[in-house]
């Protein structure tokens, strides 16, 4: 009874306190960024933060929960109900009271309460990780992924050499890229989430409020710690697959990488729910890079703003976005053009973005297992760094993880963590391969490393026949790159 009691607590604060995720209801490119010096580079880092709160499983569930809302508002069709997400996190609990996955790995009492603060400790958690390996899937789910699943944090990126280059942290086990940048007078570095899914950049303002009061332990701006700071009296509200934010347009600098954006206009959020607000959100605020016509703020995005001043030649954001196992901590994501040291260049593809709305879509031309054709065609598929699965439709997901040797039930589909077969999306006619590591996301039950795990393609329930969300589970096995100007998108294999 004791037990039940606890985790109906867990379970409440899950459904207020999901950690966030960023989607709101264009690229053959000839100058690349190591040529050009108008183009800029930054890295994405990984800092950590312990996340004793949430267990893996139920971060997982989260992630498949958010990524159909996120499809569903993508597509322009209704969300999930609230009550089927609920249902879907009932049965990933039941899986604890049922000894699926052991009482020492579940979330205890003391570490449900979200709404505690938790300190980045990056020295403790950095020097644990150093010590878990790293195996391929025959030894099925590294413990280093195992590991960040249950830790979070994030582990910070090394410096890039490319320009215009910021480097990417690496969200707990590759759940999402984060930069940073720096905004103010005297300049302030703000953690920010890169975003390809949405259109608005926004932080949180010293006024912020959130459902647990202020919101957490996170930097803010406003006039107290800018003095080039001017507050708008135009309001912007954004809500997200998992959470939202609202609050007042504002002017201030913003530089990326040493290129200085002078009087930039953004959004500074006085509200935040906790999926933003927590302690355990690794980021300040959130910068989306799809088309302007997408955002809610109604302003152009940075990398547009950085073109039309001139500042980089064109409005081109490039990603190359790491994975936790490899340990190479080489994510990043250049603006104006593309880093030629980090794909094979006669592997770069180009294709039309078919998006009406803004957001990065390409025509599948095909989808493979092991070289086979699933059969499923005509789809389309919307690429997201700000998700971090793939999202098909049920009958495209059932197919694909059948010739996977997996299955799916009630609550979700799995195969097994020793997985060597590996899916292929075909894009202008060039199959890139997704790694079979990244469709092993977690085992099933964290004690059993080589058992069953959940697949890095979960089927969606909104009813769609033809898109996907294709998020990090297949960008970490591309380079990826979109140009606003040309509406288009391009993709290349790694070097």
Known sequence: MQLSIVFAVLLACILHSTPSDAIP???????????????????????YVPRTDVHPQLLLQQHINRGNKRLARMTGRSEPAEHELR????????????????AS??????????SRRYWRNS??????????????????????????????????????????????????????YIATIQIGTPPQNFNILMDSGSADFWVGSETCQSQQGTCGNHTFLGSKSSSSFVQSNQNFNVTYGSGSVAGVLCQDNVNMAGLQLNKHTFGVANE???????????FDGLMGLAQSTLSNEKVPTPVESLASNGLISSAISSFKISRLADQLNDGQVTFGGLDS???????????????????????????????????????????DTGTTLIIAPPADALAVIAMLGGKCDTQQCTISCTSNTSVALSFGNASFAIDPRDMAVLPVDVNDPTGDCTAG?????????????VGDVFLKNAYFSVDTQNNQISLAKLS
């Open 457 to 469: 393609i979960q089927p969606g329930t909104i009813g769609t026949n033809t898109e996907w969300l």
């Open 272 to 282: 935040e729910s906790v999926q933003f607000s927590a302690d355990t959100v690794p």
């Open 123 to 176: 020295k403790h958690v950095a020097q644990t990780a150093s010590n878990a390996s790293s195996t391929g899937t025959d030894g099925g789910v590294s413990a280093l992924d195992i590991q960040a699943a249950e830790i979070g944090g994030l582990t910070p990126a090394k410096i890039p050499t490319s320009n215009n280059t910021l480097g990417l942290a690496i969200d707990a086990d590759d759940v999402g």
């Open 25 to 47: 209801a264009r690229a053959h490119h000839q100058r690349l960024a190591r040529a050009n010096p108008r183009t800029i580079t930054m890295p994405l880092k990984r800092l």
């Open 87 to 102: 249902a879907e996190m009932h049965k990933r609990m039941y899986l604890f009271e049922s000894g699926s996955v052991k």
């Open 105 to 114: 790995s579940a979330t205890t009492a003391t570490g449900s309460n979200f």
């Open 341 to 383: 040291t980090k794909f094979v260049a006669n592997t770069l593809v180009t294709i039309p973005n078919v998006s009406k709305v803004g957001f990065w879509e390409g025509a599948v031309d095909a989808i493979t297992v092991n070289g086979q054709d699933t059969g499923v065609t005509g789809r389309t598929a919307i690429l």
